[in-house]
């Protein structure tokens, strides 16, 4: 029986609920001492890393690796790492959508939570029924609705995305000095006519 499975279950799961429980702690503490503004700013930008990785992971599994293999042979920055990512498409959307976008979801809950805890205190506990009400539709209107905007984007413009992702992690990998993704394990396939290949994929990667 494979156990694989049943590993990335409790790895996943457990990792998921950990970073939940930090980011939930965190939050209110943070709520109050940012104020009002900067919370609501807060929120946003985390309601907003949730629809980027949510793109990440679409991208990931609509991407094919064919097209950046002469990148990669050509030793173009970033090529070798989007091979990495598409071979790997189940695990990379399993992070970005499921334990990011879990994350980033709970995150925003808490926050918008403590945002009406700060209403209340400053409005009265009459403001706390509507100030929920109008938390909650915020919430679930931008991330649902910023998830779908940008749904068709990140299949339309799979390669491209995964490009990008890619160039940045080999860019982060330069900093650090080592591979985080386990890319270098990709082949390289070296050929006579890689440099004017890699061009005609990239020439057809732009967009129209």
Do not use: Y
């Amino acid at each position: 029986m494979d156990s694989r499975p049943l590993r990335r279950f409790v790895s996943v799961g457990f990792g998921a609920a950990a970073i939940s429980l930090v980011l939930a702690s965190l939050s209110a503490g943070a709520t109050a001492s940012l104020g009002l503004p900067a919370s609501v700013l807060g929120l946003v930008a985390v309601i907003g890393v949730g629809v980027l990785f949510d793109i990440i992971g679409v991208a990931a599994t609509a991407a094919t690796e064919e097209g950046f293999h002469a990148m990669a042979a050509d030793r173009v920055v970033g090529a070798r790492q989007a091979i990495w990512i598409v071979r790997n498409a189940d695990r990379v959307a399993n992070f970005t959508n499921d334990v990011v976008g879990d994350a980033a979801g709970i995150l925003s809950g808490a926050i918008g939570a403590a945002l009406v805890a700060e209403l209340a205190a400053r409005q009265g506990a009459s403001a706390q029924a509507w100030a929920s009400a109008v938390m909650v539709a915020l919430v679930s209107g931008l991330a649902v609705g910023g998830k779908a905007a940008f749904k068709s984007f990140a299949i339309r413009r799979a390669n491209d995305v995964v490009f990008t992702i890619g160039r940045a992690v080999a860019t982060l990998e330069r900093l650090v000095g080592r591979s985080l993704l386990g890319a270098s394990s990709v082949p390289r396939k070296r050929s006579s006519n890689g440099r004017r290949r890699s061009r005609v994929v990239r020439e057809r990667m732009r967009p129209r």
